[in-house]
Nanobody, 124 residues
Framework: QVQLVESGGGLVQAGGSLRLSCAASGRTFGNYAMGWFRQAPGKEREFVASISWSGYRTYYADSVKGRFTISRDNAKNTVYLQMNSLKPEDTAVYYC?????????????????WGQGTQVTVSS
Protein backbone atom coordinates (compact mmCIF):
# COMPACT_ATOMS: atom_id res chain seq x y z
CA GLN A 1 0.00 0.00 0.00
CA VAL A 2 1.18 3.49 -0.86
CA GLN A 3 -0.13 6.68 0.68
CA LEU A 4 0.32 9.99 -1.09
CA VAL A 5 -0.06 13.39 0.56
CA GLU A 6 0.00 16.56 -1.53
CA SER A 7 0.86 20.01 -0.23
CA GLY A 8 1.76 23.44 -1.53
CA GLY A 9 -1.48 24.52 -3.12
CA GLY A 10 -3.02 27.92 -2.55
CA LEU A 11 -4.15 31.18 -4.06
CA VAL A 12 -1.81 33.04 -6.40
CA GLN A 13 -2.13 35.85 -8.91
CA ALA A 14 -1.74 35.22 -12.60
CA GLY A 15 1.93 35.12 -13.53
CA GLY A 16 2.92 33.83 -10.14
CA SER A 17 4.46 30.53 -9.07
CA LEU A 18 3.72 27.63 -6.76
CA ARG A 19 5.53 24.43 -5.96
CA LEU A 20 3.48 21.37 -5.16
CA SER A 21 4.93 18.49 -3.20
CA CYS A 22 3.73 14.92 -2.92
CA ALA A 23 5.12 12.83 -0.08
CA ALA A 24 4.83 9.08 -0.49
CA SER A 25 4.94 6.34 2.08
CA GLY A 26 6.58 3.01 1.40
CA ARG A 27 10.13 1.84 1.03
CA THR A 28 9.98 1.23 -2.72
CA PHE A 29 9.14 4.74 -3.86
CA GLY A 30 12.05 4.59 -6.26
CA ASN A 31 10.29 1.83 -8.20
CA TYR A 32 7.19 3.88 -8.91
CA ALA A 33 6.49 6.16 -11.81
CA MET A 34 4.69 9.29 -10.65
CA GLY A 35 2.23 11.65 -12.21
CA TRP A 36 0.35 14.85 -11.58
CA PHE A 37 -3.21 15.31 -12.77
CA ARG A 38 -5.73 18.09 -12.24
CA GLN A 39 -9.46 18.50 -12.24
CA ALA A 40 -11.31 21.77 -12.61
CA PRO A 41 -14.98 22.15 -11.60
CA GLY A 42 -17.25 20.55 -14.15
CA LYS A 43 -14.36 19.06 -16.10
CA GLU A 44 -12.75 15.66 -16.33
CA ARG A 45 -9.47 14.87 -14.65
CA GLU A 46 -6.61 15.65 -17.01
CA PHE A 47 -2.96 14.75 -17.26
CA VAL A 48 -0.45 17.43 -16.28
CA ALA A 49 2.97 15.80 -16.01
CA SER A 50 4.67 12.49 -15.29
CA ILE A 51 8.10 11.22 -14.40
CA SER A 52 9.73 7.81 -14.61
CA TRP A 53 11.14 6.01 -11.61
CA SER A 54 14.65 7.28 -12.34
CA GLY A 55 13.58 10.82 -13.07
CA TYR A 56 15.24 10.71 -16.48
CA ARG A 57 12.01 10.67 -18.47
CA THR A 58 9.43 13.39 -18.06
CA TYR A 59 6.29 14.19 -20.00
CA TYR A 60 4.03 17.22 -20.00
CA ALA A 61 0.65 18.21 -21.27
CA ASP A 62 0.92 20.75 -24.06
CA SER A 63 -0.96 23.28 -21.94
CA VAL A 64 1.77 23.36 -19.29
CA LYS A 65 4.88 22.64 -21.32
CA GLY A 66 7.54 25.27 -20.70
CA ARG A 67 5.82 26.52 -17.55
CA PHE A 68 5.68 23.48 -15.25
CA THR A 69 8.52 21.19 -14.18
CA ILE A 70 8.12 17.80 -12.54
CA SER A 71 10.96 16.36 -10.49
CA ARG A 72 11.52 13.78 -7.78
CA ASP A 73 13.80 13.08 -4.86
CA ASN A 74 13.78 9.35 -4.21
CA ALA A 75 15.79 9.77 -1.03
CA LYS A 76 12.95 11.89 0.36
CA ASN A 77 10.12 9.85 -1.20
CA THR A 78 8.82 13.06 -2.71
CA VAL A 79 7.76 14.28 -6.14
CA TYR A 80 7.43 17.96 -6.97
CA LEU A 81 5.59 20.09 -9.48
CA GLN A 82 7.07 23.55 -9.97
CA MET A 83 4.48 25.76 -11.59
CA ASN A 84 5.54 29.09 -13.08
CA SER A 85 3.70 31.72 -15.13
CA LEU A 86 0.42 30.49 -13.74
CA LYS A 87 -2.79 31.32 -15.58
CA PRO A 88 -6.39 31.42 -14.38
CA GLU A 89 -7.08 28.32 -16.48
CA ASP A 90 -4.60 26.41 -14.29
CA THR A 91 -7.12 26.65 -11.44
CA ALA A 92 -7.99 23.11 -10.34
CA VAL A 93 -7.51 20.48 -7.70
CA TYR A 94 -4.13 18.89 -8.36
CA TYR A 95 -3.64 15.20 -7.65
CA CYS A 96 -0.49 13.19 -7.26
CA UNK A 97 -0.55 9.59 -8.48
CA UNK A 98 1.75 6.59 -8.31
CA UNK A 99 2.12 3.77 -10.77
CA UNK A 100 3.70 0.54 -9.59
CA UNK A 101 5.93 0.21 -12.64
CA UNK A 102 9.01 2.14 -13.66
CA UNK A 103 7.60 3.80 -16.75
CA UNK A 104 5.17 6.68 -16.52
CA UNK A 105 1.86 7.16 -18.29
CA UNK A 106 -0.40 9.99 -19.32
CA UNK A 107 -3.52 7.95 -18.62
CA UNK A 108 -5.14 8.28 -15.22
CA UNK A 109 -6.44 4.72 -15.37
CA UNK A 110 -2.87 3.40 -15.40
CA UNK A 111 -2.12 4.75 -11.92
CA UNK A 112 -2.60 2.61 -8.84
CA UNK A 113 -2.57 5.12 -5.98
CA TRP A 114 -3.87 8.64 -5.62
CA GLY A 115 -3.55 11.45 -3.14
CA GLN A 116 -6.44 13.51 -1.82
CA GLY A 117 -5.56 16.54 -3.91
CA THR A 118 -4.55 20.12 -3.24
CA GLN A 119 -6.41 23.18 -4.47
CA VAL A 120 -4.64 25.65 -6.75
CA THR A 121 -6.47 28.89 -7.50
CA VAL A 122 -5.05 31.47 -9.89
CA SER A 123 -6.70 34.88 -9.87
CA SER A 124 -6.69 37.19 -12.85
Amino acid sequence: QVQLVESGGGLVQAGGSLRLSCAASGRTFGNYAMGWFRQAPGKEREFVASISWSGYRTYYADSVKGRFTISRDNAKNTVYLQMNSLKPEDTAVYYCAARVVVSSSQVAYDYDYWGQGTQVTVSS
